[in-house]
Nanobody, 126 residues
Framework: QVQLVESGGGLVQAGESLRLSCTCSGCTFRRSHMGWFRQAPGKERDFVSG????????DYADSVEGRFTISRDNAKNTLYLQMNSLKPEDTAVYYC???????????????????WGQGTQVTVSS
């Protein structure tokens, strides 16, 4: 049974940092592209960042480019999202997701991901 568990969310002030983690159990983590998405109240789930299964290809939404860094440790089956210079508009529930499709690169489309975590709340106050 595949399980993704996010951690590291919390309440911070604008300009501060957080690091999210996502641990995958029961999945072929090393062969999965991974992604981070976020969903604010009343809005759709949006792509934040993606990383290939090798870790060599990364992708970022324009809104987080230069502030967020995605990484992975395949030995630990863990995905990370380092979030710096946080803004109030970054407030959302953050989800990690796994894509086992074997696509060439990680997708920005939520529908391409097979498994999802339960999410972790990130709140940034101004």
């Amino acid at each position: 049974q595949v399980q993704l568990v996010e951690s590291g969310g919390g309440l911070v002030q604008a300009g501060e940092s957080l690091r999210l983690s996502c641990t995958c159990s029961g999945c072929t983590f090393r062969r999965s592209h991974m992604g981070w998405f976020r969903q604010a109240p009343g809005k759709e789930r949006d792509f934040v960042s993606g990383i290939s299964w090798t870790g060599t290809t990364t992708d970022y939404a324009d809104s987080v480019e230069g502030r967020f860094t995605i990484s992975r440790d395949n030995a630990k089956n863990t995905l990370y999202l380092q979030m710096n210079s946080l803004k109030p508009e970054d407030t959302a529930v953050y989800y990690c997701a796994a894509d086992r499709s074997g696509a060439i690169s990680p997708s920005r489309a939520p529908g391409h991901y097979d498994f999802w975590g339960q999410g972790t709340q990130v709140t940034v106050s101004s």
